[in-house]
């Protein structure tokens, strides 16, 4: 029977998802007793660096940064860039292992 275990990129994933929720919280609650908020520069690094499914998740359930469309735009721009990314090294995984599949033969 094969274990699931999770490897360094999921529970990198994981915990930059926690601290990216818990960042939009932090702010919007600082924002509710007008204290000091969290620089949208530091939101956005949390997105860029793999936090954007916590920072799309926590717009909806906070109701926070939802409506500003200059930050939404940055915010789809942080998307953008991941996925392009992503996209990269998943061709570059593709190729590794297409180089290193034997051969396959023509059933014909």
Known sequence: M???VPTAAQWYLLVINVATI???WRDKRSAAR??????????????????WPGAW????????K?????YLW?????????????GIWL????????????PTFPLL
Do not use: C, V, W
């Not at 998740?57 to 926070?64: K, S």
């Open 2 to 4: 094969h274990k699931l």
């Open 22 to 24: 818990s960042a939009y």
């Open 34 to 51: 007008l204290g000091q908020r969290t620089p949208e520069l530091l939101l956005h690094g949390l997105e860029i660096t793999g936090g």
């Open 57 to 64: 998740l926590a717009q909806r359930l906070f109701r926070h």
């Open 66 to 70: 939802s409506s500003k469309q200059r």
């Open 74 to 86: 940055t915010f789809l721009l942080m998307i953008t860039i991941n996925l392009f990314a992503f």
């Open 91 to 102: 061709d570059a995984q593709l190729r590794i292992n297409a180089t290193t599949l034997p």
